[in-house]
């Protein structure tokens, strides 16, 4: 997002476009498809997807979930796309890295601290943290600051019953939130790439919010650890990177926390970073974005960026008499 090195290119300018099959697993399973099925099937034709699926018989899972806030033309991004084009510094900065850098990681037992400003805090087995009947599955749109976006099936609890559950204190006006710091497990942290552990925040009002998750899975299963195991943060009317991965800590505090891309790059990227087509990136424009995970004539098209990414209704009141050209 920041810094312009050549891993860091978003992989639409060096990739053709809706090649997102991660190329090394691409490259294996073109390698292994030439044994298993024939070359014959390459050079018939078989889609990227299909040949993933043919060789790794990995077939996209079926979508679950209440559609949140989703117009007609918007379908889940297939979860080979959802699970193979992330970012994660911590498992590398390019778009393609998390899914094999990530695939070692362990991300159980997880203890996650509630701490600061609350009655109750505590350290948290996660199975303890998550209420099973709280548990839901909803889809909703996930756009990032890079201009691109896809459509998620998220399974997650909202972050509100957490909340209600820690019991603020009346001093606590924040939420921050820690990933985990352990370089030997997350290689990414041994650079300097960012200053670590990624840390984000939340106005109380906006943690509270109904349509605020903690996520525990996409597409009805566990999260990927490419896309945050065990836990992460999800916020459908901000850009992609307020959504923190692998959370260990969360704490109240009174101060607006500092967020890692705001540390790394003031200028460009601010403590709310909601999605908002009227104000532009400085480095690009942020009235229109690229769907990813589409095909033929579909994948070229340029969709329109909605205000609060099609959550205004929800969210708007928030925000209200705020000038958000200021709070970006
Ligand atoms: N969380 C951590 N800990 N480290 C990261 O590098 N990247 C952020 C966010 N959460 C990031 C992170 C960014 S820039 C985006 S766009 C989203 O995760 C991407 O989520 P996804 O890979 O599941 O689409």
């Given at each position: 997002?920041?810094?312009?090195?050549?891993?860091?290119?978003?992989?639409?300018?060096?990739?053709?476009?809706?090649?997102?099959?991660?190329?090394?697993?691409?490259?294996?399973?073109?390698?292994a498809?030439?044994?298993?099925?024939?070359?014959?099937?390459?050079?018939?034709?078989?889609?990227?997807?299909?040949?993933?699926?043919?060789?790794?018989?990995?077939?996209?899972?079926?979508?679950?979930g209440?559609?949140?806030?989703?117009?007609?033309?918007?379908?889940?991004?297939?979860?080979?796309?959802?699970?193979?084009?992330?970012?994660?510094?911590?498992?590398?900065?390019?778009?393609?890295?998390?899914?094999?850098?990530?695939?070692?990681?362990?991300?159980?037992?997880?203890?996650?601290?509630?701490?600061?400003?609350?009655?109750?805090?505590?350290?948290?087995?996660?199975?303890?943290?998550?209420?099973?009947?709280?548990?839901?599955?909803?889809?909703?749109?996930?756009?990032?600051?890079?201009?691109?976006?896809?459509?998620?099936?998220?399974r997650?609890i909202?972050?509100?019953?957490?909340?209600?559950?820690?019991?603020?204190?009346?001093?606590?006006?924040?939420?921050?939130?820690?990933?985990?710091?352990?370089?030997?497990?997350?290689?990414?942290?041994?650079?300097?790439?960012?200053?670590?552990?990624?840390?984000?925040?939340?106005?109380?009002?906006?943690?509270?919010?109904?349509?605020?998750?903690?996520?525990?899975?996409?597409?009805?299963?566990?999260l990927?650890?490419?896309?945050?195991?065990?836990l992460?943060?999800?916020?459908?009317?901000?850009?992609?990177?307020?959504?923190?991965?692998?959370?260990?800590?969360?704490?109240?505090?009174?101060?607006?926390?500092?967020?890692?891309?705001?540390?790394?790059?003031?200028?460009?990227?601010?403590?709310?970073?909601?999605?908002?087509?009227?104000?532009?990136?400085?480095?690009?424009?942020?009235?229109?974005?690229?769907?990813?995970?589409?095909?033929?004539?579909?994948?070229?098209?340029?969709?329109?960026?909605?205000?609060?990414?099609?959550?205004?209704?929800?969210?708007?009141?928030?925000y209200?008499?705020?000038?958000?050209?200021?709070?970006y």
């Amino acid at each position: 997002m920041l810094i312009r090195r050549a891993t860091d290119l978003p992989s639409s300018e060096l990739t053709p476009e809706g090649v997102y099959v991660n190329r090394r697993t691409f490259l294996a399973a073109a390698g292994a498809a030439a044994g298993a099925v024939g070359l014959g099937a390459i050079a018939g034709g078989l889609s990227p997807r299909a040949l993933h699926a043919a060789v790794l018989g990995r077939q996209d899972p079926q979508a679950v979930g209440k559609p949140y806030g989703l117009q007609s033309d918007d379908k889940p991004t297939p979860w080979s796309d959802v699970t193979s084009y992330n970012n994660f510094y911590e498992f590398g900065t390019g778009k393609d890295e998390p899914i094999e850098m990530a695939k070692n990681f362990k991300p159980k037992p997880w203890t996650v601290k509630v701490d600061g400003l609350v009655g109750k805090p505590g350290d948290y087995q996660l199975e303890d943290f998550l209420k099973p009947s709280a548990i839901e599955d909803r889809i909703y749109r996930h756009r990032c600051v890079e201009a691109w976006s896809m459509v998620i099936p998220w399974r997650g609890i909202p972050l509100a019953d957490v909340i209600k559950r820690a019991a603020p204190t009346a001093k606590a006006k924040y939420v921050e939130f820690t990933t985990l710091y352990d370089p030997k497990r997350m290689p990414g942290q041994q650079s300097g790439v960012l200053d670590w552990p990624y840390v984000e925040g939340l106005r109380l009002d906006e943690a509270m919010n109904p349509l605020t998750m903690l996520a525990t899975g996409v597409y009805g299963r566990d999260l990927p650890n490419q896309n945050g195991a065990p836990l992460r943060l999800v916020v459908p009317w901000k850009y992609g990177f307020k959504g923190i991965k692998s959370i260990v800590r969360i704490r109240f505090v009174e101060q607006q926390p500092r967020n890692t891309w705001n540390i790394a790059n003031p200028s460009e990227y601010g403590f709310y970073s909601n999605v908002n087509p009227e104000v532009d990136h400085p480095r690009w424009s942020q009235a229109t974005e690229r769907r990813l995970g589409l095909t033929g004539l579909d994948k070229l098209r340029r969709r329109k960026t909605l205000m609060f990414n099609g959550y205004v209704d929800q969210v708007g009141s928030m925000y209200a008499g705020m000038d958000l050209r200021k709070n970006y």
